[in-house]
């Protein structure tokens, strides 16, 4: 029954509203009956509280975002029953038990005495609380104008970065202009407070003229009788009204200083006046020694002091009390935690790259006692995007006790490709072919290149370099081993989620190529593949735009990767010649011509790319003629050239026997390089 008459109200509440404003107009032209203007004044009053009420219990002011327009209406309200007020006292001399009772009541019955305190209410109106209302309005009416550009340029990059989705970027906007309609609305509607303050200073002063000009010219009463009855009425009535037009300029100066809080006002005034325990036994303090001042009264400060000093032992005990109820929901909730079936899906992943050590080599990656590993890893990271083009996955660090003491494991999606040991209190000395002089140490394999090496103290470290031994630091022989590593091994990092990153990034300046290429010509896994044939050889991937557009030309004569991967590196002809150049000049050897026909001859063309089928001993040749070729012939870099049609096939033969010979095909190099053959790998088809 209440609920359905509740919804009847809510469903017609804009009749009452039009209703309510209607009868406002009626008040101010139909006289009224005393016992009515009782009831509306009542209504006025209870009115100005509620308002009040309702201001200091929101958080935000667009919760109460009618004020504006209940401000116009409530000062329409406040005028209509002066109006009405002052026609009762200048005709019948009467306004009714409530203007009486604060005529007589609250100002004792002395009229100068009210018209004094009506006073003092309408200039705490008038000049402070109404004009300081007034112009933080304005301010904030300004600034949020002025901030609006701004907030509607984060929403949008927030909408673009996928932060948040389209309907809350929407209602974002939407209260964004609430609040600058809600603010400018209430620039201008501040002014009604202050006309509603003029209005009653003028409508008083005319009341106690008007009523001075009846009281003796009409009823024929005394100068005395006249001032008393109507000067007190007048009085009254002031009190009437103003007290809840104080009521209200006091809710329009919360609503519109309300800052971005947590809470009402409130919690807000508790949370952030009583809340300092330090602060506030400091004045405890202060306010007992006041009152042992000779001359200061003791029972106000001692009492003031003793609230204080409450407040502090309060204070700590919540603070405690919340300690303890955090701690044990902590508690329950770990309680809780192993109760629920165990997620093992994060034991199921598997970090890229990790950097497992010994517990003696803790001080090489613990800041606190002088290691600077963790920069040292940041600066790898770097330079390894600057010359392979691609961003290494972040490294974990992480201590074995099953290693030894002085060991370290680096592996690679959870398999070990490196191990080596450190001597933290030594120095790895190597010798680069100019020692003078042999010096004494702990002989060792240089773990990233395999070099001998010795490890030496400090006082043998400053021998080893005047002898010509190349001497670094523990945390230098991890980063180089480990920067090796990653270079070996980049193809194998470099996953779909990394190329996706790479295209995304090359996708904000040229949107066009990687639009055309993906997905309609290629997928980003047959991408990533390419992208992983070029690393697996040594060559950069930072030249994407160019390896980019490349797939997109060819891509539409063949999906082949192997033959994606040649056109791609004869498109990058330029840089590959610059990589193995040495003062100006490419030294490289060459294959004979029958090696190149039995090679071609052997090629297959499979759904898993290209295969090579050659007689065993014959490889084996292969093998041992290229390998007799280089070491009679010093190279700067192992480099045989080859024709295109049989590049990638030798490669993929010889990659496993000769990792480190480099195959160039005739079409990579480019025509201002000079070339140098050196030998030639020689035929020959006997076992």
Known sequence: MLNSSMRRINQYSDVYVIFGVVMIIVIMILPLPPFM????????????????????????????????????????????????????????????????????????????????IFLILVIIQFIVITKGSERVAEVAARFTLDAMPG???????????????????????????????????????????????IAGIIITLINIVGGLAVGMGQRGLAFDQAVSRYTLLTVGDGLVSQIPALLISTATGIIITRAASEGNLG????????????????????????????????????????????????????????????????????????????????????????????????????????????????????????????????????????LSPNGYAIKLKGIEVGEGELMVSHYLAMDSGGVSKQVTGIATKEPAFGLDALWVDEETREKAEMAGYTVVDP?????????????????????????????????????????????????????QKVLQNLLREGLPIRNLLTILETLADSATVA?????????????????????????KVLSIITLDQGWEESIASGIDHSDRGITISLDPRLLQKLFYEINQCLEENALPYPIILVSPTIRMALKRLTERSIPKLIVLSYNEIVPDIQVQAMGTVKWSNEG
């Open 475 to 527: 945390p230098s022989v991890l980063a180089t081993h480990l920067t090796e590593i990653i270079r070996a091994h980049a193809h194998e990092l470099l996953g779909r989620q990394e190329v996706k990153t790479l295209l995304d990034g090359l996708k904000e300046e040229y949107s066009a190529v990687v639009t055309e290429l993906v997905p309609d010509l290629l997928s980003i896994g047959e991408v």
């Open 559 to 583: 999906k082949d990767i192997d033959y994606l991967t040649e056109y791609v590196r004869e498109a990058l002809a330029r840089q590959i010649s610059r990589l193995y150049i040495e003062n």
């Open 151 to 197: 907030k509607q340029m984060s929403i949008d990059a927030d909408l673009n970065s996928g932060l948040i989705t389209e309907d809350e970027a929407r209602n974002k906007r939407r209260t964004i202009e609430r609040e600058a309609d809600f603010y400018g609305s209430m620039d201008g509607a501040s002014k009604f407070v202050k006309g509603d303050a």
């Open 37 to 116: 203007l009782d009831i509306l004044l009542a209504v006025n009053i209870s009115l100005a509280l509620l308002i009040l009420l309702l201001t200091m219990n929101v958080s935000e002011a667009l919760e109460i975002s009618i004020f504006p327009s209940l401000l116009l209406i409530t000062t329409l309200f406040r005028l209509a029953l002066n109006i009405s007020s002052t026609r009762l006292i200048l005709l019948r001399g009467v306004a009714g038990q409530i203007i009486v009772a604060f005529g007589n009541f609250v100002v004792g019955g002395n009229y100068v005495v009210g018209f004094v």
């Open 267 to 402: 919690q807000d005034f508790n949370r952030q006046l009583f809340s300092n325990s330090k602060v506030l036994g400091i004045a405890a303090v202060v306010l007992f020694a006041f009152g042992f001042v000779p001359g200061l009264p003791f029972f106000p400060f001692f009492l003031l002091g003793t609230f204080a000093a409450l407040t502090v032992f309060f204070n700590r005990q919540a603070q405690r009390d919340i300690s303890e109820q955090a701690e044990i929901q902590h508690e329950q909730e770990e309680m809780e935690e192993s109760k629920k079936p165990e997620n093992v899906l994060s034991l199921l992943q598997v970090d890229q790259v990790e950097l497992e050590i010994g517990y003696s080599l803790i001080p090489l990656v613990d800041t606190d006692q002088g290691g600077d590993m963790l920069e040292r890893i940041t600066m790898i990271r770097r330079q390894c995007a600057l010359e392979l083009g691609m961003v290494v996955p972040i490294i974990r660090i992480r201590d074995n006790l099953q």
